[in-house]
């Protein structure tokens, strides 16, 4: 819900998600419940949705929610890709952690700068990434600019429901795509954008947020420890070789 993807499939319970191959995690299955068939069977049919996509096949296997989808994947010559952190806080302790970015603005739709920004980080844009970056009713961008020049942002969203996607649970913030320029760093400005973000949730009912960072960036949890998120659970990504 919160970075949705262009093209989503079911298998039985599991979700299979495929967005022109913009970012892992909108285009790998998610096996969570029972995917009404075998393991193996299933494995089969999700490298098949993907190869008829021309993308690689990937399974985010949470843990340790999916411990033996895990193992049968592993049994199955599947090889690990990354580790996840999905990091969590309640929405009125991000506020208090940070400053209120006054200087930020919000927009629904990220600007030429903001864009170009996501597009250098992952490469060219392919048409599902709009998709995936705006397709959420309740969105924000934030963006910290001087002289005109973008030197932070970050993508907000409120979705409804739990971690898992459930229609139950509380409404969450979602912070995504946080960046900062490399010549303006340590000046505290992803916390202007994370801090606007915060409150902007905050007044559209959010009551917890959410972000995922990769278990191998240590300056980013380092940040996001010092706001005060801590780890909910994490995921391994799968792929075949």
Known sequence: RA??????AWLGEWRLRAAGGYTGRANSALPVGDPGVPLDTAFAQVAAFYRDRGLPPQIDVPLPLAT????????????EVCTVLVQTIAVDDLVAATPPGTSCTLSATPSPAATGVIAGRRGPL??????????VPTLAFCE??????LLAMARGSVTSGGLAETDEGPRWL???????????????LAQ????ALARWG???GATAAFLQVESQNA????????LGFTTHHRYIRYALP
Do not use: C, M, N
């Open 219 to 226: 300056g980013a949890i380092r940040l996001y420890e010092k």
């Open 68 to 79: 033996g989808v895990q193992r049968e994947l592993i049994k199955a010559g599947w090889h």
């Open 202 to 204: 905050r007044d559209a």
């Open 126 to 135: 392919p048409e599902a990434a709009r998709h995936v970056l705006t397709a």
């Open 144 to 149: 910290y600019a001087e002289s005109g020049d």
């Open 192 to 195: 202007q954008v994370v801090g």
């Open 174 to 188: 979602g912070l995504f795509a946080i960046e900062t320029a490399a010549a303006a760093r340590r000046r505290g």
């Open 3 to 8: 970075w949705p993807p262009a093209d989503l």
